[in-house]
């Protein structure tokens, strides 16, 4: 498997690991009265498991996005740079007619 598949696959685990983490802790701490809703509704598992899915794409994304930001790539060479003298502009005078 390529370098970078296996790099995506591992963000995006970490990312929806993060995501149960901040779910887990969002209805631990009864943020807006969640736990008492999710717990009390019939269809409170699919509040739940739309939370954790839509942080885990957001999550999973912001992951990668970090891991890919900071990979460090190494030039070697010394050849950037213009190769030509950028041209010296010289003002001239255009006459106007009245």
């Not at 969640?34 to 912001?62: E, K, Q, R, Y």
């Amino acid at each position: 498997m390529p370098k970078l598949i296996s790099l995506y696959i591992r963000q995006v685990l970490f990312g929806f690991g993060l995501s149960a983490a901040f779910v887990a802790l969002l209805l631990f701490s009864n943020v807006a009265n969640l736990w008492h809703l999710v717990s009390t509704s019939p269809m409170g598992w699919i509040a739940v498991f739309m939370l954790f899915w839509a942080n885990g794409i957001v999550f999973a994304g912001v992951q990668f996005a970090i891991t890919v930001m900071r990979l460090e790539a190494r030039d070697d060479q010394s050849g950037g740079g213009r190769k030509a003298p950028e041209p010296v502009l010289q003002p001239v005078a255009i006459p106007v007619e009245r």
